[in-house]
């Protein structure tokens, strides 16, 4: 005896974000659409021959119509993204610097100079300047507070952000500066024609800098806002 042949049809309808509500925060698609799409992921699962056909209507709806046909199988709660690994914070000690000979760009000296690195997987790096090659010790053999006078610096070329910080005020402006969304393993050519570079050069001088470089910062921030 032959088993027949159950049909299925269900048809939702959705509205394009523009019209589901506050563009921050839109209203939710609708349960009959969320079950077309549920039956859709089963049917796949399942094996079972299905089509969705959508159509646009007025005013930017969407209609989706699923039909199948076979072992209709029962839709199940769509899988939920698997939770990320949290990764433990980005905890530097001066202790893992290395010693590089163009560590960083000398405004002054227009060259790369000597110095400790601590490099970062953004694109970004910790310098701590020296000449000496031994941490702690100036050029003429002087003691020298390692906690500070580190620099702030993008690693492929060597240029800084123009801050000289104690070294966690360093390292909690490069954690700002990597917040941002860009691309720090780019050259400095090529991040110069970002908006969302000044932003985030501007954001960190003006959080970590004093003075006139600080007021100097929010205002160039202010700027862009506007530009915006």
């Known amino acids: 005896m032959n088993t027949p042949t159950r049909q299925h049809r269900s048809t939702a309808y959705v509205h394009g974000l523009c019209d589901r509500g506050r563009a921050r925060k839109p209203d939710p698609i609708t349960p009959q659409f969320r079950f077309i799409v549920r039956m859709a992921v089963a049917c796949h699962a399942a094996c079972i ?20 046909a076979g072992e209709i199988p029962t839709p199940k709660q769509l899988p939920k993204p698997p939770k990320l690994k949290l990764v433990s914070a980005w905890k530097p000690t001066v202790w893992d610097a290395e010693y590089k000979l163009d560590a960083y760009h000398n405004g002054p000296l227009k060259r790369l100079c000597p110095g400790f690195v601590i490099a970062h997987s953004s694109g970004l790096s910790l310098v ?11 050029e003429h053999g002087a003691d020298e507070d390692i906690r500070q006078g580190w620099l702030l610096t993008h690693a492929a070329s060597g240029l800084g952000f123009g801050l000289t910080l104690s070294f966690k005020r360093a390292a909690d402006a490069l954690l700002m500066a990597a917040s941002f969304p860009v691309d720090w393993t780019q050259d400095a050519d090529t991040l110069a024609r970002s908006p969302e570079f000044k932003r985030a050069g501007y954001t960190v001088q003006a959080a970590f800098s004093s003075g006139y470089d600080r007021d100097t910062a929010k205002e160039r921030l202010a700027e862009l806002e506007r530009a915006a």
């Open 49 to 68: 021959p299905y089509d969705v056909e959508w159509n646009l209507e007025y005013f930017a709806r969407m209609r989706a119509t699923i039909t199948a």
């Open 128 to 138: 701590h300047p020296s000449e000496s090659g031994e941490l702690g010790v100036t």
